[in-house]
């Protein structure tokens, strides 16, 4: 029970101090009260989460995405003692995910299965021999394969790595994939300096975007290739906007004035791929002698037609990248995987770094979002909110 006012705030500096000391008490039981809310708000949800079903976007059989997903509710398992307890706050739709539920891609899950490979959750419960991470953790998948289309999920520490939650939400739960790709693949073929110049094609992607950005805070050249399509001064203007040097169409790369480019950057180092067929085969010729191509999509479903003249006369070195690979092959050792996300954190704090451009759709709309994600000439990332 709080004393009247009048009873404590007397002229004399002992009350006045007593009144100070009052203060002081309310401050402390209200952080008390907001720390206790906090803790019991997610006890709560914790309690709602284990008594309920979590929705899940679901298949059952390989096919159209459109078609066979379902939203549908799902029986959430009891905590084991290395589990955790999450919710997923955000979760992105890339090709990859489309290209599981369709059945082509590299790793399948069995069926049925929950779709998404990639997003973040927050951690509401741990179980009983859990050391690394507490509730409140902010994590995103270690590998492909958890299905983070879903409300909540119960999964095991060693599936999951912590991220600072200091970050947008965005860019937390596109993290693990794009940005992952682009970092290796200009860490790992090349020794790329400041002045360098990188080329690639589908610049407008996720990875693309993610180049650019990592290129320009090393100060790396990057010469972008896009398709032709009715909004490319728009598209042009967004991609120098986060860093790009030089922005081109397809049909530039075949076309004589391309010479007028290399009088003001040097040639590339480093090609990287992801459309491959007549594209990939254009980036090639355009390489300095002894540079690298990277592929690591094939978004035309053609495949890579290499110049006799580039393997004899330019010794190039045709190379592929797939980051869930990578993940597999650094499994046994974290450091270098944390290492790398310690950095790109550290870059979106600086703001050199951010999310793709992306459109939020909530689970209940997932054959919007997903019909919008199949669509060509998309520059926009689907991401479903839970």
């Given at each position: 029970?709080?004393?009247p006012l009048h009873t404590v705030c007397?002229?004399?500096?002992?009350?006045?101090?007593?009144?100070?000391?009052?203060?002081?008490?309310?401050?402390?039981?209200?952080?008390?009260?907001?720390?206790?809310?906090?803790?019991?708000?997610?006890?709560?949800?914790?309690?709602?989460?284990?008594?309920?079903?979590?929705?899940?976007?679901?298949?059952?059989?390989?096919?159209?995405?459109?078609?066979?997903?379902?939203?549908?509710?799902?029986?959430?398992?009891?905590?084991?003692?290395?589990?955790?307890?999450?919710?997923?706050?955000?979760?992105?739709?890339?090709?990859?995910?489309?290209?599981?539920?369709?059945?082509?891609?590299?790793?399948?899950?069995?069926?049925?299965?929950?779709?998404?490979?990639?997003?973040?959750?927050?951690?509401?419960?741990?179980?009983?021999?859990?050391?690394?991470?507490?509730?409140?953790?902010?994590?995103?998948?270690?590998?492909?394969?958890?299905?983070?289309?879903?409300?909540?999920?119960?999964?095991?520490?060693?599936?999951?790595?912590?991220?600072?939650?200091?970050?947008?939400?965005?860019?937390?739960?596109?993290?693990?994939?794009?940005?992952?790709?682009?970092?290796?693949?200009?860490?790992?073929?090349?020794?790329?300096?400041?002045?360098?110049?990188?080329?690639?094609?589908?610049?407008?992607?996720?990875?693309?975007?993610?180049?650019?950005?990592?290129?320009?805070?090393?100060?790396?050249?990057?010469?972008?290739?896009?398709?032709?399509?009715?909004?490319?001064?728009?598209?042009?203007?967004?991609?120098?906007?986060?860093?790009?040097?030089?922005?081109?169409?397809?049909?530039?790369?075949?076309?004589?004035?391309?010479?007028?480019?290399?009088?003001?950057?040097?040639?590339p180092k480093l090609a990287l791929n992801?459309?491959?067929?007549?594209?990939?085969?254009?980036?090639?010729?355009?390489?300095?002698?002894?540079?690298?191509?990277?592929?690591?999509?094939?978004?035309?479903?053609?495949p890579v037609t290499v110049p006799v003249?580039?393997?004899?006369?330019?010794?190039?070195?045709?190379?592929?990248?797939?980051?869930?690979?990578?993940?597999?092959?650094?499994?046994?050792?974290?450091?270098?995987?944390?290492?790398?996300?310690?950095?790109?954190?550290?870059?979106?704090?600086?703001?050199?770094?951010?999310?793709?451009?992306?459109?939020?759709?909530?689970?209940?709309?997932?054959?919007?979002?997903?019909?919008?994600?199949?669509?060509?000439?998309?520059?926009?990332?689907?991401?479903?909110?839970?």
């Amino acid at each position: 029970m709080w004393l009247p006012l009048h009873t404590v705030c007397f002229r004399s500096q002992r009350s006045c101090r007593s009144f100070s000391s009052l203060l002081t008490l309310r401050q402390h039981r209200a952080k008390v009260h907001a720390h206790v809310s906090v803790h019991v708000k997610r006890l709560s949800l914790s309690a709602a989460l284990s008594a309920h079903r979590c929705s899940a976007l679901l298949y059952r059989n390989h096919g159209d995405p459109t078609q066979v997903i379902q939203l549908e509710d799902l029986d959430l398992p009891s905590i084991g003692p290395k589990d955790v307890l999450v919710k997923i706050l955000a979760a992105p739709i890339n090709p990859s995910d489309i290209n599981m539920i369709q059945g082509t891609y590299a790793i399948l899950p069995d069926l049925p299965a929950v779709g998404g490979n990639e997003g973040v959750a927050e951690v509401i419960e741990v179980g009983s021999q859990v050391n690394s991470l507490k509730a409140g953790d902010w994590v995103i998948p270690k590998d492909a394969g958890l299905g983070t289309w879903r409300t909540a999920a119960v999964l095991a520490e060693d599936d999951v790595i912590s991220l600072p939650n200091d970050v947008p939400i965005l860019s937390a739960a596109t993290m693990g994939v794009n940005p992952c790709t682009a970092f290796r693949m200009l860490s790992d073929f090349e020794d790329l300096k400041p002045g360098d110049t990188v080329i690639q094609n589908a610049a407008n992607s996720g990875v693309g975007q993610a180049v650019i950005q990592i290129a320009a805070a090393r100060g790396i050249n990057t010469i972008n290739v896009v398709r032709d399509r009715p909004e490319f001064t728009e598209l042009s203007e967004r991609l120098k906007a986060i860093g790009a040097n030089h922005v081109i169409k397809e049909e530039t790369l075949r076309r004589p004035e391309v010479k007028e480019l290399f009088k003001i950057c040097p040639k590339p180092k480093l090609a990287l791929n992801g459309v491959g067929g007549k594209s990939a085969t254009e980036l090639l010729r355009h390489l300095q002698v002894g540079g690298s191509m990277v592929t690591y999509g094939g978004m035309a479903k053609q495949p890579v037609t290499v110049p006799v003249s580039a393997l004899i006369f330019k010794d190039v070195k045709l190379r592929g990248f797939w980051v869930t690979q990578w993940k597999k092959d650094h499994s046994h050792d974290e450091s270098a995987f944390r290492a790398m996300l310690d950095e790109l954190c550290s870059l979106i704090r600086q703001g050199k770094l951010t999310a793709p451009a992306c459109t939020e759709v909530g689970i209940q709309e997932y054959r919007k979002a997903l019909d919008a994600a199949m669509q060509p000439y998309t520059s926009a990332k689907q991401v479903l909110v839970m």
